[in-house]
């Protein structure tokens, strides 16, 4: 396990948004017999502005994690810290928006109730929930959709109201259960670039995830847990980088001027020297398509004509 | 109407009550927070326990310190949206379906088909509303826990008082809607059922003359109407009343018309009234006219009503306080119900004769008696005048006033004697009573839809109450346990009695254990059984299943207790007295319920 100063060296205490000291899980049956161990004591600290990944397998703890950090299930030992007060204390979900692994809303509740309800237990006045609403439902673009009762949405929209519910509160601390689960590439995509919108607004942000190229796109800080138990901990540039190999990019090179630089490394005693065109990746790819496709309708994108 | 027990003044019982209720509040608190700190101390040990269980304490004070209205009423709404969206208006049409079938095949020409109609439409409304509302209350928070739907509401700042209280109130309001629809086409229901219209025509009156040939009267007989038609005695100017059959009568007036004499019927009078009684004390003498505590059982199981002996002195003595002259200017209305046992047939379409007499307590002054013939099963009235006459010393008699000599510092004594030897009549406290007055009858019927209330009131907290711990089937059993371990909790409680002291006349039987093995044996309940080693322990098994059931018959509510329908289908005015009494034990039931969920739900993983 690594040990982890956290994104500020020196920052002030206040600036821990959530502390997990000893925290852990064990799930037991009736008699109090154990039955699992879900999470192994767990210390953990999440600053102010920081975008915070729990990235692991199904079952390795990551909604263990943030389910004993909402004060949802209580801890076997230790303590969960929200803004410096126990995790069970319903004061702290003021500052707090959830966005749970499956979107649990009331179905029967078209986009507009379902926001309205959610601001009410806010304790909002109604006007600051009409406003609140009609925005949130206006950035998650269920506009035209927000007179259908969310049993008629796709999995796509149940997500998005979803995130707008979470948003309600305008909330300092979001914790994201999946976010990006059952959405396509595109869904994708906005989900990560609202992730990193919010933080820009100063937002905490803690996202479990198993879909590790969209932790390492939106995270600053990574937890990987395995079975219950903290495996590593650090800046996701930190653990992704690989010390011992040298990478350089140029645009515009000509084939001898790669040549001489294949000649230079080897000359300095590089192994395995590598020297193409890189490949994008396949979301890029794909977003591509759909913008092409879309300023354009009816002709095949140019990225595949290209091709 | 059967009142066993006398309603207290609201005023003299809130205060005992509420110490009770506080006492009782108190003793389950501590039962339940040192449970909690054993089952915890297995878990954690008990120092750890003990933090648990005091920042469990605290945290609820919190929460219920920190409960805001507008939360209350979103998680209120949601349940209303909820219930809607489960169609839980079918039931009315399952109502509507109901009245019409009592429409078909109530009988109108029962003996009161107010009171039958009446007991029947609130009996219906009654069950149909607490069902209701028990399935949904049930049903609703183990559903939300089970789709997770409860993540997104407790990771909200909301307290689970909130989420308790919300639930209670939202589907409180659904079976409000529901019983003020059901009540109001209930009421029309009834009112329409027993309305009718007589005709009395001049060829069915016949003239009473005098002996000097003069016209003294007329009597006659009306038309058939809804089963039944009555007889009427008419005074020498054509007016009068019909004689009571099926509860009711009409007034009668004579009209002239161009081609004669025609006669108006009124309306039906006495079938759906809120009298407003006076109610006195009971007392008896025995035959040899000395006092008694009780009068004679005439051998039925139920000794509600007591019994004095026809042709001796035994007589049934009812002493009225508070009457007063500006109250009642003309006489004292009284009305009475009197049970008659005969032991031999005599003349079944004739009465039993009686008497009646007024007494002064104080100074034992008394009228004559005023005599009449006991009508079973209906309420008759009869006014004792404020002239009368009574009997002197010397034989002769002279004029008494009832206010000047017989009523005294406003106390009064009625008393009551059968007047055919080895015939008896069976009278209870209630069944005498100065009329006061009446009350509206559509408050009345008001009046009686908030018993129901009370005890959809109760239904409710107690389903949601279990919900927050159990399965929704699960709870809807207990949530059925305890209504009906509540309608019986006297039983329960005459029962324990008698297995603890093993006095086997207060209920003969014995407890589960000991009534299974007769119905298996096929061994009577008034048989003892030998005593041996297997009986013994038989029966100490039957204390033992008995204990948590006396508990319960203790803590639980009793639905029918809170119910009022017997006094509307009676035609009695429900005091508010009681009402107060009602609403408040319902107030007790509804706190307890309300903080019981509250920290159930508080020390549940809703996402475990």
Redesign the interface.
């Known amino acids: 396990m690594h040990a982890d100063p956290g994104p500020s060296r020196g920052a002030h205490d206040h600036d821990v948004i959530v502390a997990a000291r000893n925290l852990s899980k064990t799930?037991?049956d009736f008699w109090?017999r154990s039955k699992k161990v879900a999470l192994k004591p767990l210390d953990l600290e999440i600053r102010r502005g920081e975008i915070f990944g729990l990235l692991g397998p199904n079952g390795s703890g990551k909604t263990t994690t943030m389910?004993l950090l909402?004060?949802?299930?209580?801890p076997t030992s230790g303590e969960a810290l929200v803004f410096g007060r126990d995790a069970?204390?319903?004061?702290k979900?003021?500052r707090?928006g959830?966005l749970?692994e499956?979107t649990?809303?009331?179905k029967?509740?078209d986009a507009e109730?379902t926001l309205d309800?959610?601001g009410?237990?806010?304790?909002m006045p109604p006007e600051e929930r009409k406003r609140r609403a009609d925005a949130l439902i206006a950035m998650v673009g269920l506009a035209r959709d927000k007179k259908r009762q969310l049993r008629e949405y796709s999995k796509g929209m149940t997500r998005r109201i979803g995130i707008a519910?979470a948003l309600i509160?305008d909330p300092e601390l979001v914790l994201l259960d999946e976010p990006t689960s059952g959405l396509d590439p595109i869904g994708t995509r906005e989900m990560k670039d609202l992730i990193i919108d919010l933080k820009k607004r100063g937002k905490t942000v803690i996202m479990s995830s198993h879909l590790l190229a969209d932790v390492e796109d939106v995270c600053d800080r990574i937890a990987v847990l395995h079975q219950g138990e903290l495996k590593e901990l650090g800046r996701v540039e930190d653990l992704l980088r690989v010390t011992d190999v040298t990478q350089i990019r140029a645009r515009g090179l000509p084939a001898a001027a790669v040549d001489e630089l294949r000649a230079v490394l080897q000359r300095h005693g590089g192994a395995d020297i590598e020297i193409g065109n890189p490949t994008t990746t396949l979301e890029e790819l794909f977003l591509e398509v759909v913008r092409d496709t879309e300023a354009r309708p009816g002709r095949r994108a140019r990225q595949a004509e290209k091709n | 109407m059967v009142l066993e027990e006398e309603i207290p003044k609201f005023t003299a019982w809130i205060g005992p009550a509420l110490v009770s209720w506080l006492f009782v509040a108190g003793l389950v608190t501590v039962f339940a927070a040192a449970l909690a700190w054993l089952v915890q101390s297995a878990l954690y040990g008990p120092l750890a326990a003990g933090d648990r269980v005091y920042r469990g304490v605290l945290g609820t004070l919190a929460d219920l310190a920190g409960m805001s209205p507008r939360r209350i009423w979103a998680l209120a709404r949601l349940a209303v949206q909820e219930s809607l969206r489960r169609n839980v208006l079918v039931v009315l049409g399952l109502f509507a379906v109901i009245v019409l079938f009592a429409g078909w095949f109530l009988d109108p020409a029962s003996v009161n088909p107010g009171k039958l109609y009446l007991g029947f439409i609130l009996s219906a409304t009654n069950l149909l509303v607490c069902l209701v509302v028990l399935v949904l209350s049930v049903f609703s928070l183990p559903a939300d826990i089970k789709a997770k739907a409860i993540q997104t509401v407790t990771t909200k700042p909301v307290r689970t008082g909130e989420i308790v209280l919300g639930r209670m109130l939202g589907f409180a309001l659904v079976g409000t809607v529901l019983l003020a629809l059901m009540g109001a086409v209930g009421w029309a229901f009834v009112v329409r059922s027993v309305r009718h219209e007589h005709e009395l025509l001049a060829d069915d009156v016949l003239e009473i003359r005098a002996e000097d040939g003069s016209i003294s009267g007329f009597e006659g007989r009306m038309n058939l109407a809804r089963g039944h038609r009555h007889r009427v005695e008419l005074g020498p100017d054509g007016t009068g009343r019909t004689d009571t059959v099926q509860g009711h009568r009409h007034t009668v007036r004579a009209v002239e018309t161009a081609t004669g004499r025609a006669y108006e019927v009124g309306p039906t009078e006495g079938l759906l009234e809120a009298r407003k009684p006076l109610r006195g004390t009971l007392r008896f003498l025995d035959r040899q006219g000395k006092p008694s505590t009780k009068g004679i059982s005439v051998g039925a199981e139920w000794s509600y009503r007591q019994y004095i002996e026809g042709g001796s002195l035994a007589a049934a003595i009812w002493t009225f306080d508070g009457v007063t002259e500006r109250e009642f200017p003309d006489g004292l209305p009284l009305e009475m119900i009197v049970r008659v046992f005969r032991t031999y047939k005599g003349e079944i379409e004739k009465g039993i004769a009686g008497s009646v007499r007024v007494r002064n307590p104080a100074s034992g002054l008394q009228c004559d008696p005023i005599y009449f013939t006991a009508k079973e099963f209906t309420i008759d009235s009869l006014l004792i005048p404020r002239q009368l006459a009574a009997t002197t010393t010397d034989g002769g008699t002279r004029q008494v006033d009832l206010f000047g000599d017989i009523v005294t510092d406003g106390r009064v004594e009625v008393v009551l004697q059968c007047l055919e030897p080895a015939q008896y009549y069976g009278v209870a406290q209630a069944d005498f009573y100065l009329r006061r007055g009446s009350g509206s009858f559509v408050m009345n019927y008001a009046k009686s839809c908030l018993g129901i209330w009370f005890s959809m009131l109760i239904v409710t907290a107690l389903g949601v109450m279990f919900s927050t711990f159990l399965a929704g089937p699960v709870a809807l059993l207990a949530a059925l346990s305890v209504v009906l371990v509540g309608q019986f909790r006297e039983f329960i409680q005459r029962l324990f009695e008698s297995q603890v002291t093993g006095d086997s006349k207060i209920v003969p039987g014995g407890g589960p254990i000991e009534s299974l093995y007769r119905i298996v044996t096929q061994t009577s309940i008034t048989l003892d059984l030998d005593p041996s080693p297997a009986v013994t322990a038989m029966k100490a098994l039957d204390t033992v299943l008995l204990a948590p059931m006396r508990l319960g018959a203790a803590l639980f509510p009793s639905l029918s207790a809170l119910g009022t329908s017997d006094f509307l289908a009676g035609g009695f005015d429900i005091p508010w007295d009681l009402l107060g009494a009602h609403a408040m034990e319902t107030l007790g039931y509804l706190v307890a319920f309300f903080i019981v969920g509250a920290v159930c739900l508080k020390a549940r993983e809703v996402a475990a």
């Open positions: 799930y037991r109090g389910k909402l004060g949802l299930i209580f069970t204390d319903v004061s979900n003021e707090i959830y749970p499956e649990y809303l009331y029967f509740l109730e309800f959610y009410r237990l806010f304790d519910q509160n």
